[in-house]
C-alpha cells in the first residue's frame, strides 16, 4: 500500500471494502500469527531479546503472549475487522516499508520477536470462565497496574525503573490561558480539581476525571481524555495550582531575563508560570549565549552577549531586578573577569538585584565547579548579587529524568527548572530582597557614545586630558562632540583598567574620571539618547506633539519650563535629577 508517498508491505491480503455505512475502506486480512509479526517488535524493543544472555526472550514472549490474548478479545468492526492498527487498538506496523519510491526496504519484523511468536504459537491467558483476557498494557504504568480484568496491582518492576523512568515520576505545566482557550465556556479560571479511582498508589490511583472550573461554568472530563489531550506521559497525575502573586507580596519593579539554549528552553513554562506574578518582565535567551563575547567557547557565539544586551538598553528599559542564566558557554578560567563585567554594567545602570542561577556540574567536559565557585563569590563580594543553586536542587540520582545531556532539560526537566526559578524568586520577595521600582539611580546624559553632543561631552573631554595628563599638542579638542579622539581615549581608559572596551563613557568611566553621574544636566545644546526619552515623556504628560530626536533645542527647554512650571519646582528650563525623575515618574502615571 501507499501512502503520503510511502510504500508499506503487509502479509496476507490486502482488500477494498465497503463499511456499514458506504464507506470506503482497507483492509489488511492475515492470520493471527502474522499479524503479530508486525505488532510484537512495535510494542516491546526487539533487542531485550539478547539481554542477559539471552533471558530477554522471556519479556518477548510475554509480549507476544499478551498481544496474542488482546487480539483474541478483539471485534470492534463487526462483519468488517476485528481490530485496527494504531495505539487505540495495538501498533501493527506491517512486515515492511519504503520511505519513497526509489528508497531501500527496511524491515518492520525482527527475527528475535518472530522467534518469541513461534516459541508461543497458540498461546493465550484465558479467564476461569473459559474466555481469552483482555490483556492490555502500558509500557510504563506509573506503579501500578490499570485494574480492569484483572485487579489492579502494584507493579514492582516499574517501581525499580526509578529514577531513570521519566515515564513513572514527572511534571508538566498546563498555562491557564491553555485551558481556557480549550474551554472557553469556564470563563476565568479559577481551579483544577482532580478525582482519583481509589485503587491504591500515590493520590489514592489513576485520575477518573478532572473539574475545570471557572467564574462561568465548570467542565468535567475524564482523566484519560485529560491526560490525552495535554499531552501528559501517564494516567496517573494530580494537578496543582500555582497562581501570580500573593495578594500581600510586595510588588517588583521591572525584571530583566538573560539566558542560553536552556533559558530558550523554559521561555514557554516561563511565560505561565513566573511572568504572571513578574508581570513587567524583559526576556531574553538564545543558544549558545555568553556573558561576554571574546570569552565564549561556543561553537556559534550566540549574539548579542549578556555585555552587548545591557549596554543596549535605553534608561526606560533599566530593570529592577536581573536575572542570569548563563555560563555553560563561558570558559571557566576567565569566568571571573566576565562576572565581575556584567555586575559592574548592572549596577552601574542602578539595578537593585542581581540574581545569578549557577550551573548543573552532571557534564564534567567542562569545570562548571569553578564557574560556581565564582558565582558564589559574587553572591558575597557584590551586596547586590543573589545566588540560585540550580546545582544543589538537581545533583539527586532521582533528578537523572530532568536532563537530556546533563546540561539541556527534558519536559520534566523544563518545568522542574521554572518552578524552582518561580519558588526562588518568591522566596526572595519575601524577604524584600527583590522589590519595587525602577533602578535606583536614573541615568541621565549616560552613557555617552559616538555623535553625542554638548557640555556633558565637554566635561567627559576636558577629564580625559586631565586623566591622561596630555600636554597641549596631544590634548583632546574640547568641543562639545564625541568624536574620534574622544572615542580613542574612553576606549584607552577602558583598556588599561580592564573594563569592557566599547568606546563609550558609562557611569563606570564618569567615576574613573572624577565626573559624577548624578551630576549631570540636559540642556540647551545636549544631543543624546536620553534627550529623546525625556521628548517623549513630555509628550506623553503635557499630551503635545514632540518630534523625539534626541536634540535639545529651544521647544524642548520650553517645554520643560512648562512641566517645571507645572510640578511646582523651580523653571530653569534643563533637566538634572530632580526634573528627571519626576518626568519619568508621571509619564509612567499617564
Known sequence: TSSRNKIRYYRGEIRAVNNSRGANRTINATNIESYLRGVVPRESPAGWGKAAGGLGMNALRAQAVAARSYSATENRYAGLARTCDSQN???????ALRESVNS???ALENPLTDQAIIETAGVVIMQPNGKPARTEFTSSNGGRTAGGTFPAQVDPGDLASEPVNSLLVWTRIISAEQLMTKYPQIGTLTSVITTHDGLGGDWNGYATSVA???TASTVTIKGYDFKSIFDLP???????SLYGAAFDAGPVGAMLFIGDSVGASIASTFASVVTPAYPAMNYQALTNRCLVGPSCVAAAVGSPD????????TPEQYPSVAIIQLGYNDDPNTFQSDVDQVVNALSARGVQRIVFINLSTRRTSRNYALSNAVLANASVSYPNVSLLDWNAASSAPSQN????????????????????????????????IITNGVATVLPLGVPMAKGDRGNNVKALQTSLNAYFKLKKKKRIAVDGVMGKGTVALVTRLETNAALLVDGIADE???????????????SKGTKHATVATAQTALARVLKVKVRADGIYGAGTTRLV????????????????RLTWQALLSASMQK
Open 561 to 576: 519650563k512648562r512641566f517645571q512650571k507645572s510640578i511646582g519646582i523651580k523653571q530653569t528650563g534643563k533637566i538634572n
Open 234 to 240: 501517564a494516567p496517573w497525575y494530580e494537578t496543582s
Open 401 to 432: 529524568r530532568w536532563f537530556s545531556d546533563d546540561v539541556h532539560l527534558t519536559s520534566t526537566g523544563r518545568s522542574e527548572f521554572t518552578l524552582f526559578i518561580r519558588n526562588q524568586l518568591d522566596a526572595l520577595r519575601g524577604q524584600s
Open 306 to 313: 549578556a555585555a552587548t544586551i545591557i549596554n543596549a538598553l
Open 212 to 214: 475545570i472550573n471557572g
Open 104 to 106: 531501500g526496504i527496511i
Open 89 to 95: 487498538c495495538q501498533v501493527y506496523g506491517g512486515s
Open 508 to 522: 563606570v568611566v564618569l567615576s574613573m574620571l572624577g565626573i559624577n553621574p548624578a551630576s549631570i544636566v540636559l
